[in-house]
């Protein structure tokens, strides 16, 4: 840190709010810091650490000089060498001051904070979110029953999307830009649904998979706003499929892509130097476009499209902000995280005796998953933040994420995606109330705006987040985009914690938390059948309840915890022994007879979850988790009672401190209820061969997670599953991961 000293404030004529402080730093050059002064004219008071940036700074260099560069053109801050300025130090003081009362005296003080200059040229990436809507015009002729439906109707959906561009910026204001784009739909079913048609043989529909555009864009700069017009070509791929209602069959195509064109229009706001903010409106039309099913029927279809998007943007080539240059700014304050991962995953041919519904296949497989969300988050008044997380989400998991108990992949959903589908995984408004006493600094991360708070405070969050967010924590397994990738390793196998098909609900939690310990508590939200995207609305008849202790300590001074967590589901389940009771009864499977037996019932069990530092380098982790195992799995995984143990090792040891060496196994098994269910046909969430030969599951994982630079990190990962689905006759099964991860 430059070491200055201090010359005393000076206050310019006519200027009562403001003051110019003027320091020494150790190389010979003068700075200028713009205080503002209270009312009384005189007394230099400061208020606040915000400095005014902007076309003042301009006027302070001398002519014929260089604005500094690099290190030296701080926002905020005027520099210059001091042999040189002292000798315009009053021009300048009067310049400046003649300055600022005009900007005071036009209450323009504001505007100048957030209007320094133009906007730069340049390229840019983002994201956007919002919702379409319009009219679809479509005809369903099928043939079988010589029938044809047809007719317009609207619709409507949420989507998200990223977009890049680069745009150009004349002295004169004008702006000329290029941009393409493309938005997906939903995660939601419904959401996808572009057009619905039905005739007493059939039924027919379009999806959409996504909607893209290029588009040129003319916009004018006003200080920090540009209102733009845009316009260009688009294009759309649909899902077409129709349904015969007399045999059942399907006849789907996916991949149909249409042309059209898009008109619209927006403005952007920059936020600073690389961050952008857009609202916009875009206007699509689909001309007519016929499709001819195989068997055979005919779907005809045109579509206006309206979208309505808010959206960011980072422009490339803006000098970055460090954490220290960027304090936590009291109210207002914003800040971004981003993420992105890869991950391939497959397996080679295995021994397998039989298979059913949902195992493994034994021929071998290999699939892919990809995620890409954004965490934002605002600090609204004292002590309270309020974060969105949007996400694209795309990709399967081998056998469809089905197959085992600890499933091989964390990152893959169990809704399994073709194309990228847009989701709020969390939006959530959180108040800390410190309770006085000692302070700690809060480092910027996702979830988590920096600054400092109390140690003793007490935390209240609602909205929709994951209750894995809140509980079950564990510094070195808790992270499938960083850390393992086994469901029963970076989570408690058997913890059937509420949430819906992509582990998310919405739900409350309380936390008290003290220097030593802390204890948590929330109700959430359960599926209103085991494993739906759909929530039950009984509110306090139906949910959630999960409550933890923490318990902190430093043996030897080595930070470690043990987390003591219990859970209860009261929710719309079958139970396994009624189902295997049906099942010999009617002669049929356990599968077809459990969605009989299903009522409200209760659901529970616990965890214990230890970590503890055992050198600078090396943590250790451990797991053990139970439920009652009587009812139908809610939510996570087919697990009743799971053991977990591992270790995490930087790799300081061998000259790569930010690498990660992860080694784990854990022992998983069922109830014997559980056990009987599946025996007799049963299908759970994850796991159901059609039979059963039971035997505890077994995974070991390791991983090498090598930095490539900062922020991205590639990994290796290596699992065997003993046992996949607790059969005995099917496996092992080697499972090998790549995964690329990207984070900001």
Same mark, same amino acid.
């Given at each position: 840190?430059?070491?200055?000293?201090?010359?005393?404030?000076?206050?310019?004529?006519?200027?009562?709010?403001?003051?110019?402080?003027?320091?020494?730093?150790?190389?010979?050059?003068?700075?200028?810091?713009?205080?503002?002064?209270?009312?009384?004219?005189?007394?230099?008071?400061?208020?606040?650490?915000?400095?005014?940036?902007?076309?003042?700074?301009?006027?302070?260099?001398?002519?014929?000089?260089?604005?500094?560069?690099?290190?030296?053109?701080?926002?905020?801050?005027?520099?210059?060498?001091?042999?040189?300025?002292?000798?315009?130090?009053?021009?300048?003081?009067?310049?400046?001051?003649?300055?600022?009362?005009?900007?005071?005296?036009?209450?323009?003080?504001?505007?100048?904070?957030?209007?320094?200059?133009?906007?730069?040229?340049?390229?840019?990436?983002?994201?956007?979110?919002?919702?379409?809507?319009?009219?679809?015009?479509?005809?369903?002729?099928?043939?079988?029953?010589?029938?044809?439906?047809?007719?317009?109707?609207?619709?409507?959906?949420?989507?998200?999307?990223?977009?890049?561009?680069?745009?150009?910026?004349?002295?004169?204001?004008?702006?000329?830009?290029?941009?393409?784009?493309?938005?997906?739909?939903?995660?939601?079913?419904?959401?996808?649904?572009?057009?619905?048609?039905?005739?007493?043989?059939?039924?027919?529909?379009?999806?959409?998979?996504?909607?893209?555009?290029?588009?040129?864009?003319?916009?004018?700069?006003?200080?920090?706003?540009?209102?733009?017009?845009?316009?260009?070509?688009?294009?759309?791929?649909?899902?077409?499929?129709?349904?015969?209602?007399?045999?059942?069959?399907?006849?789907?195509?996916?991949?149909?892509?249409?042309?059209?064109?898009?008109?619209?229009?927006?403005?952007?706001?920059?936020?600073?130097?690389?961050? &952008?903010?857009?609202?916009?409106?875009?206007?699509?039309?689909?001309?007519?476009?016929?499709?001819?099913?195989?068997?055979?029927?005919?779907?005809?279809?045109?579509?206006?499209?309206?979208?309505?998007?808010?959206?960011?943007?980072?422009?490339?080539?803006?000098?970055?902000?460090?954490?220290?240059?960027?304090?936590?700014?009291?109210?207002?304050?914003?800040?971004?995280?981003?993420?992105?991962?890869?991950?391939?995953?497959?397996?080679?041919?295995?021994?397998?005796?039989?298979?059913?519904?949902?195992?493994?296949?034994?021929?071998?497989?290999?699939?892919?998953?990809?995620?890409?969300?954004?965490?934002?988050?605002?600090?609204?008044?004292?002590?309270?933040?309020?974060?969105?997380?949007?996400?694209?989400?795309?990709?399967?998991?081998?056998?469809?994420?089905?197959?085992?108990?600890?499933?091989?992949?964390?990152?893959?959903?169990?809704?399994?995606?073709?194309?990228?589908?847009?989701?709020?995984?969390?939006?959530?408004?959180?108040?800390?109330?410190?309770?006085?006493?000692?302070?700690?600094?809060?480092?910027?991360?996702?979830?988590?705006?920096?600054?400092?708070?109390?140690?003793?405070?007490?935390?209240?969050?609602?909205?929709?987040?994951?209750?894995?967010?809140?509980?079950?924590?564990?510094?070195?397994?808790?992270?499938?985009?960083?850390?393992?990738?086994?469901?029963?390793?970076?989570?408690?196998?058997?913890?059937?914690?509420?949430?819906?098909?992509?582990?998310?609900?919405?739900?409350?939690?309380?936390?008290?938390?003290?220097?030593?310990?802390?204890?948590?508590?929330?109700?959430?939200?359960?599926?209103?059948?085991?494993?739906?995207?759909?929530?039950?609305?009984?509110?306090?008849?139906?949910?959630?309840?999960?409550?933890?202790?923490?318990?902190?300590?430093?043996?030897?001074?080595?930070?470690?915890?043990?987390?003591?967590?219990?859970?209860?589901?009261?929710?719309?389940?079958?139970?396994?022994?009624?189902?295997?009771?049906?099942?010999?009864?009617?002669?049929?499977?356990?599968?077809?007879?459990?969605?009989?037996?299903?009522?409200?019932?209760?659901?529970?069990?616990?965890?214990?979850?230890?970590?503890?530092?055992?050198?600078?380098?090396?943590?250790?982790?451990?797991?053990?988790?139970?439920?009652?195992?009587? &009812?139908?799995?809610?939510?996570?995984?087919?697990?009743?009672?799971?053991? &977990?143990?591992?270790?995490?090792?930087?790799?300081?040891?061998?000259?790569?401190?930010?690498?990660?060496?992860?080694?784990?196994?854990?022992?998983?098994?069922?109830?014997?209820?559980?056990?009987?269910?599946?025996?007799?046909?049963?299908?759970?969430?994850?796991?159901?061969?059609?039979?059963?030969?039971?035997?505890?599951?077994?995974?070991?994982?390791?991983?090498?997670?090598?930095?490539?630079?900062?922020?991205?990190?590639?990994?290796?990962?290596?699992?065997?599953?003993?046992?996949?689905?607790?059969?005995?006759?099917?496996?092992?099964?080697?499972?090998?991961?790549?995964?690329?991860?990207?984070?900001?």
């Amino acid at each position: 840190m430059t070491i200055v000293r201090k010359i005393s404030p000076t206050t310019f004529s006519g200027t009562p709010t403001l003051a110019c402080r003027w320091q020494v730093r150790t190389d010979g050059r003068l700075e200028c810091i713009w205080e503002r002064l209270p009312r009384k004219v005189g007394t230099v008071v400061r208020l606040d650490d915000r400095r005014v940036p902007g076309r003042l700074h301009g006027s302070v260099t001398p002519p014929g000089e260089d604005r500094p560069q690099g290190k030296d053109a701080e926002p905020g801050r005027d520099v210059h060498d001091g042999a040189r300025t002292m000798k315009a130090g009053r021009t300048t003081h009067r310049i400046l001051g003649s300055l600022a009362a005009a900007a005071t005296a036009l209450g323009a003080l504001p505007a100048l904070a957030a209007d320094p200059e133009p906007p730069r040229s340049g390229f840019y990436v983002g994201g956007h979110v919002g919702y379409l809507f319009g009219n679809a015009t479509a005809t369903f002729a099928d043939p079988i029953g010589v029938e044809t439906s047809g007719g317009t109707s609207p619709h409507g959906a949420f989507f998200g999307g990223v977009q890049a561009g680069y745009e150009h910026y004349f002295s004169s204001r004008w702006m000329l830009g290029l941009e393409v784009d493309m938005s997906f739909p939903s995660a939601e079913d419904l959401a996808q649904v572009l057009s619905y048609r039905a005739t007493s043989a059939g039924t027919a529909n379009q999806q959409l998979e996504y909607l893209a555009s290029l588009r040129g864009r003319i916009g004018y700069g006003i200080g920090p706003w540009t209102p733009f017009v845009t316009g260009g070509i688009a294009w759309a791929s649909t899902r077409s499929s129709r349904t015969d209602l007399t045999t059942g069959n399907e006849d789907a195509s996916p991949g149909n892509i249409r042309a059209g064109y898009v008109l619209g229009a927006g403005i952007d706001y920059k936020l600073d130097s690389s961050w &952008s903010a857009r609202a916009e409106y875009l206007y699509t039309s689909l001309p007519l476009n016929g499709f001819v099913f195989a068997m055979p029927a005919r779907y005809d279809s045109l579509y206006d499209l309206h979208r309505i998007r808010l959206g960011l943007n980072y422009k490339f080539g803006a000098k970055e902000e460090t954490k220290a240059e960027r304090p936590d700014r009291g109210f207002g304050s914003w800040e971004i995280h981003g993420q992105t991962t890869f991950i391939f995953q497959g397996y080679p041919p295995f021994a397998a005796s039989y298979s059913g519904p949902n195992s493994l296949p034994p021929e071998g497989q290999s699939r892919e998953t990809w995620t890409t969300s954004a965490f934002l988050g605002v600090r609204l008044w004292q002590g309270a933040e309020l974060y969105y997380n949007p996400e694209l989400l795309q990709g399967f998991g081998v056998a469809n994420t089905t197959g085992a108990g600890g499933y091989p992949n964390g990152e893959a959903q169990k809704s399994n995606f073709p194309y990228p589908r847009y989701n709020t995984s969390r939006l959530f408004l959180r108040q800390e109330v410190g309770l006085g006493g000692e302070r700690e600094k809060v480092e910027s991360d996702y979830g988590q705006l920096s600054g400092e708070r109390d140690v003793s405070r007490v935390t209240l969050q609602i909205g929709k987040f994951s209750v894995k967010d809140a509980f079950d924590g564990n510094t070195y397994a808790e992270d499938p985009r960083m850390d393992f990738l086994n469901w029963s390793i970076w989570a408690s196998g058997a913890f059937d914690y509420p949430a819906d098909r992509l582990g998310l609900t919405w739900g409350f939690m309380a936390e008290l938390n003290q220097p030593n310990w802390a204890v948590r508590a929330g109700y959430f939200l359960v599926g209103n059948e085991p494993n739906a995207n759909a929530f039950d609305l009984a509110l306090f008849s139906r949910g959630g309840y999960v409550g933890e202790l923490e318990l902190r300590f430093r043996p030897y001074d080595r930070p470690g915890a043990i987390r003591f967590g219990t859970w209860l589901n009261s929710v719309f389940s079958g139970s396994y022994n009624e189902a295997v009771a049906l099942a010999v009864a009617n002669g049929v499977t356990a599968d077809e007879t459990i969605a009989q037996t299903r009522r409200g019932r209760t659901k529970f069990g616990f965890y214990v979850n230890l970590e503890q530092e055992l050198t600078d380098d090396i943590g250790l982790f451990s797991r053990f988790s139970w439920n009652n195992g009587k &009812s139908e799995i809610v939510a996570f995984t087919d697990i009743d009672a799971s053991l &977990s143990l591992g270790l995490s090792i930087k790799g300081t040891r061998w000259g790569r401190e930010q690498d990660r060496i992860g080694i784990a196994g854990a022992l998983n098994s069922i109830s014997g209820d559980h056990s009987s269910f599946l025996g007799a046909g049963g299908l759970g969430v994850l796991v159901g061969d059609g039979a059963l030969s039971y035997g505890s599951e077994g995974v070991v994982e390791a991983y090498y997670a090598f930095q490539i630079a900062k922020g991205i990190v590639a990994t290796a990962d290596y699992q065997l599953l003993v046992n996949p689905a607790y059969n005995t006759v099917r496996g092992p099964v080697h499972v090998f991961s790549g995964r690329l991860s990207a984070r900001f």
